[in-house]
């Protein structure tokens, strides 16, 4: 096997990023951790309050240093996408690490957020956490006025705060042991998506084909109501995202 990598998943919540996970784990050549909580809580408070990071990011790196050595032989992979917020740091701690990010479009996003209640406790949550508050996206001039906006609206500042996120990392000094690919063309053309991982990743195996439901790329449209759609298309405007792969 070639030298063993750490690679993190990143992201935002209800964009694949456990689909993802789920794939590269059922590689040969891969051991993963998926949303361990151990690792999870601890990321997700980091990204949701800074202040807590000089405490908990010590802790977060023994982990990942005890659950690299216990993947031997085989790469680590660990999937807690709000790492997003941690990246650079990581970076700077693993100089051999890569990340792979998922990008999704943002009205089956916010739907699939709508559902899902442990997505949305963060938004109603929203005054236990210091503002301005990348992670949730809410700056001085949002929050006079966040209480007000609809569930609908908080979710998608949450997606534009993370998709930019993304764009900010594809141009940093990671950009180079980044991956950021979209949900949709991971679902519409599966084979091609996972050639180009396996590339990045370096492997000389490849990966077993998942079963594809790609209705999931359209549900959004029975699921959102008109003024749903016009509510997220308020926030995302002209917003497009980039994409590396």
Known sequence: MKARKIIFIIGSGRTGTNWLANILQSHPAIRATIEDPMIFNRVTKMALNPAVRAKLFPELIRLYTYYYQESSPCHYVDKSHPNLWLAEALALVFPDSLFISLKRNPYATVSS?????????????????????????????????????????????????????????????????????????????????????????????????????????????????????????????????????
């Open 113 to 245: 957020m709508l559902k899902h209640e442990g997505v949305l406790k963060w938004q109603r949550e929203w005054k236990r956490f210091p503002i301005p508050n990348e992670f949730l996206g809410i700056d001085h001039k949002i929050a006079a006025d966040y209480s007000k906006m609809s569930m609908t609206e908080k979710c998608t500042l949450r997606w534009v705060a993370h998709m930019k996120k993304i764009d900010y990392l594809a141009k940093s000094n990671i950009k180079n042991r980044m991956l950021i690919i979209s949900y949709e063309r991971l679902v519409e053309n599966t084979i091609e998506v996972l050639i180009k991982i396996k590339k990045f990743l370096d492997l000389s195996e490849s990966f077993n084909v998942p079963v594809v439901n790609k209705e999931t790329i359209y549900k959004w449209q029975q699921q959102l109501s008109e003024s749903q759609c016009e509510e997220i298309k308020g926030i995302v405007g002209e917003y497009q995202p980039i994409f590396t792969e």
